[in-house]
């Protein structure tokens, strides 16, 4: 049994038992200290990520809609617009493509999915720095967060995710639709306790939250960023009445004439 928090490395203890993809037992573990929950163990998971988008996130393509309304809304709040952007673990690369849209200078990075809406748009950690990193719907897919976000927080000084934090009291599996059991692919359930945790490890000076979006930092926020994250809601409806003003600045059109260019020269 593993036996430190995957969030602050605080003692953990058995919480519950599941089942995921049918036919595989689960211990859940949460930690004495920031309340996290995690499945232990995850053995499961090449059967888990044998498409790497599991066939149960029918929601995809509308979450990627409202979480660029969220995201340009806070570029906006932190006078960002000309900055440089990574989706990391971004899918298909919807997000990328839609905040190009949008005017945004975003690239995109998956190790496990195929980029087909943002191909040829495509970042790289190791060597360049972001004014902010998006990682949408990633955190609790991950069995060492600290470890697998290490590179995304040397490469910006603001990180803007989602993950439903645990309601209070905890919920067990069956009794909490986020865990998702039937794709296995949910591991690591957070409560705003361990998200602080979480971002002192990895040197952010801290984190907003909600119940959703949550935004790690190093320096100031302002308080418009901070009330945008703690409620998104109000965040998608700026966005969304941005999104008329903001294809004025839209990409499109040049990334069409790069992608031309580009396969112009592989022939």
Do not use: K
């Not at 090449?46 to 309304?69: E, F, K, P, S, T």
């Not at 949910?186 to 907003?208: E, K, M």
Request: aromatic share 8%; glycine share 10%; hydrophobic share 40%.
């Amino acid at each position: 049994m593993s036996s430190r928090c995957r969030a602050c490395d605080g003692a953990v203890r058995p919480f519950a038992d599941g089942r995921v993809l049918g036919d595989v037992d689960v211990s859940y573990l949460r930690c004495d200290s920031c309340g996290l929950v995690m499945a232990d163990d995850p053995t499961w998971l090449d059967a888990a990520y044998a498409d790497a988008i599991a066939h149960l996130d029918v929601g995809l393509l509308d979450r990627c809609q409202i979480l660029a309304n969220v995201t340009s809304a806070v570029l906006r709040a932190e006078r960002l617009r000309g900055g440089r952007f990574l989706d990391w673990a971004g899918g298909y690369g919807v997000l990328t493509r839609l905040m190009r849209d949008r005017g945004f200078d975003f690239a995109h990075t998956d190790v496990y999915a195929d980029n087909i809406f943002a191909g040829g748009f495509t970042g790289d950690l190791g060597e360049d720095r972001y004014d902010l990193v998006t990682a949408f719907e990633v955190l609790e897919h991950l069995v060492d967060p600290v470890g697998e976000l290490a590179p995304v927080a040397s490469a910006t000084d603001r990180l803007l995710v989602t993950t439903q934090v645990l309601p209070s009291p905890a919920p067990r599996p069956g009794e909490w639709d986020y865990y998702a059991e039937e794709s296995g692919q949910h591991i690591t359930f957070y409560t705003p306790q361990s998200l602080q945790a979480l971002a002192r490890r990895l040197g952010f000076d801290g984190v907003v939250t909600s119940s959703l979006v949550h935004l790690f930092h190093r320096g100031p926020v302002s308080p418009v960023t901070r009330a945008l994250v703690r409620r998104p809601a109000i965040g998608y409806g700026l966005g969304h009445l941005a999104a008329v003003t903001d294809r004025r600045h839209s990409l499109l059109m040049r990334d069409h004439d790069t992608v031309r260019d580009r396969l112009a020269r592989g022939r």
